[in-house]
């Protein structure tokens, strides 16, 4: 069965500092892993998407980064800002029915 | 440029009875998929359609069906509702021929509750 685990479920961190995000999948045959950034009250908005071939994306401060071989994948997000609050979800789209799996996502809180 | 609309926001159902929501996806979009998305779950993807056909379905019940207009529009229907039904329903549409490495736009969502 496909499955997306990430890790923590939930974070608490200071403004200015950084962290990571961790996500583990099981899906295959593998197409491509995004990560969504999703507000409270909103609809999830993509940041990166990687396929196969691609070990590192960035967008502004957010850094994924994917092994396909150890089926991992980390979200990097440097010097937060109190607009970071927000659940940031992976999602792993399986190459063989293009059908999406979504981890329960990560709940990020950055306190002034 | 609209972005992904969703109606209506906010839906107060009773057991047993039958829902329609509805997406207008970004002028020019073909591609709409819908998803459910729960405390518990998280989110799950529903179907996808593309060109008024169903592309792709995800593992719920038969009580969940949709369709797509001429002009793209989609409604998504849920009949015989149970208390488990109770989520966000959102929609995303894509661009071109919507393949799953063309990014999707969210709408709001509908938050549906069923008494």
């Known amino acids: 069965k496909n499955q997306v685990e990430q890790s923590p479920q939930s974070l608490i961190i200071l403004e200015g500092k950084n962290c990571t995000l961790q996500c583990n999948y099981t899906v295959s045959p593998f197409s491509n892993l995004r990560w969504y950034k999703q507000d409270t009250g909103r609809g999830p908005v993509s940041l990166t998407i990687?396929?196969?071939?691609?070990n590192t994306k960035s967008n502004g401060r957010y850094t994924a980064t994917l092994d396909a071989d150890t089926k991992q994948s980390s979200l990097h997000i440097t010097a937060s800002q109190l607009s970071d609050s927000a659940s940031y979800i992976c999602v792993v789209t399986s190459g063989g029915s293009y059908i999406p799996t979504f981890g329960r996502g990560t709940s990020l809180i950055v306190h002034p | 440029k609209a972005g992904v609309t969703q109606t209506p926001r906010y839906l107060i159902k009773t057991r047993g009875q039958q829902v329609t929501l509805s997406c207008s996806p970004i002028s020019g979009h073909r591609s709409v998929s819908w998803y459910q998305q729960t405390p518990g779950q998280g989110l799950q993807f529903l179907f996808e359609?593309?060109?008024?056909?169903?592309?792709n379905k995800g593992n719920f019940p038969g009580r969940f069906s949709g369709r797509q207009f001429s002009n793209s529009r989609s409604e998504m229907n849920v009949s015989t509702l149970e208390l488990g039904d109770s989520a966000l329903y959102l929609c995303a549409s894509r661009s071109g021929t919507g393949g799953s490495n063309t990014e999707a736009f969210f709408g709001q969502g509908t938050r549906l509750t069923v008494v």
């Open positions: 359609y593309f060109s008024e056909t169903q592309r």
């Open positions: 990687m396929t196969f071939s691609e």
